[in-house]
């Protein structure tokens, strides 16, 4: 069974790197990193409440 913290970061880590060639939505970010829809949405969300992204 997978590690979810571990996973957790990872999808973190691989979201920060698509937002890092400019701005793009949700639906742009799952298209981009292929990770569903209410992945990236919650991801996103709690990055933008720890000020991280906008």
């Not at 919650?42 to 990055?47: F, H, K, L, S, Y």
């Amino acid at each position: 069974m997978a590690d979810t913290g571990n996973l957790k970061r990872e999808n973190t880590a691989l979201l920060r790197q698509a937002m890092q060639h400019g701005s793009a939505g949700k639906n742009d970010l799952a298209r981009l990193t292929h990770l569903s829809f209410p992945t990236v949405s919650r991801i996103v969300d709690e990055m933008v409440e720890r000020g991280e992204a906008q």
